[in-house]
């Protein structure tokens, strides 16, 4: 069983920045691919943020230039560096992990199998 826990979320103005992180416990975090989702009141759950174990990386449109996703193999941790944050991007924001991965990465969140709890981001105007 793999655990999963962020943090790093809050609030921030409009046009600042917010860096989350998420460690993993159990497993073996180098193997799996991660992913950051995000959850807003009354819409489904979308792809923000992917990083196959390769480290090859993907994000969704709306946060492209803006978002970064990383991994510290070291620190079994991943992280989503926000920058130019807008009040759209208010959601609570998860972490996911994929065993059995490769160089691909996967934006459906059927695609992952651990989740952690989730973080509250909230962008002011």
């Known amino acids: 069983q793999v655990l999963l826990v962020e943090s790093g979320g809050g609030l921030v103005q409009g046009g600042g920045s917010l860096r989350l992180s998420c460690v993993a416990s159990?497993?073996?975090?180098?193997?799996?691919?991660m992913g950051w989702f995000r959850q807003a009141p009354g819409r489904e759950r979308e792809f923000v943020a992917g990083?196959?174990?390769?480290?090859?990386?993907d994000t969704g449109d709306f946060v492209k230039g803006r978002f970064t996703i990383s991994r510290d193999n070291d620190k079994n941790t991943t992280y989503l560096q926000m920058t130019m944050m807008n009040p759209e991007d208010t959601a609570v924001y998860y972490c996911?992990?994929?065993?059995?991965?490769?160089?691909?990465?996967?934006?459906?969140?059927?695609?992952?199998?651990?989740w952690g709890q989730g973080t509250q981001v909230t962008v002011s105007t």
């Open positions: 159990g497993g073996t975090f180098s193997s799996y691919g």
């Open positions: 990083i196959s174990p390769t480290g090859a990386s």
């Open positions: 996911a992990a994929r065993r059995f991965s490769t160089f691909r990465v996967f934006t459906s969140p059927v695609q992952y199998d651990y």
